[in-house]
Each structure stands twice: as C-alpha cells, then as structure tokens.
C-alpha cells in the first residue's frame, strides 16, 4: 500500500513551513551541517519562519552520523526547560485566541 492510502495524504504535497507561523509551541531544530539528504537551509528555514520560541543546533555531521554531546546536552536542556516550566514563551498569549478563523 503506498503512503497516500495508507495516511490520507501525499508527503510531496506536505510543506510544514506554511504552518510555521502559526505555530507558538517552543521548538527544538537541530541538523548536521553536512547532510546531504535534508540540506541544513530546511531546519534554518523553519526555525526563522517559526511563530514562538525557537531554537536551533548545527553540529557537524551528516545524516545518519552520530550526535555529539553538546547536542544531547541541549537537548535535555531544552526538555528541562519546556517541561519543568522555566520556558517564559510558555505564558505567551495566542494572537489568535478569541479571533474567528
């Protein structure tokens, strides 16, 4: 079975930089500066088209290499911070909240 019936939808058609904006959730980007597969533009792309916090990690690398350990260290940091509450983008008010769409 190929993708489109078995998720309802083309991933070709799927472009997550249109809801970017939109988006207020803090977020964690993070690529290897020598993929090749998924050049590094796409994470930059999203993170400055990115409607709340964001933040973005470059590490050296390609696609399937391993992480170095900043990179984990981040990454815990950043779950630490969105989870245990001390991201202040968290107590952000939604410009859209009591607007009709």
Known sequence: R????QAG???REVRPIDACPTLY????FAHALQ???VPPYHSRALHEAY???????TFE???NSSRPDFFLLSVAE???R????EDESLNYKNPSVGRGL
Do not use: C
């Open 82 to 85: 969105v989870l245990m509450g």
């Open 9 to 11: 939808f083309d991933i």
């Open 78 to 80: 950043f779950f630490k």
């Open 61 to 63: 690398g390609s696609h």
């Open 25 to 28: 959730v803090p977020a964690l």
């Open 2 to 5: 190929s993708i489109v019936n």
């Open 35 to 37: 993929d090749e597969m």
């Open 51 to 57: 409607g709340g916090n964001t933040t973005l990690v």
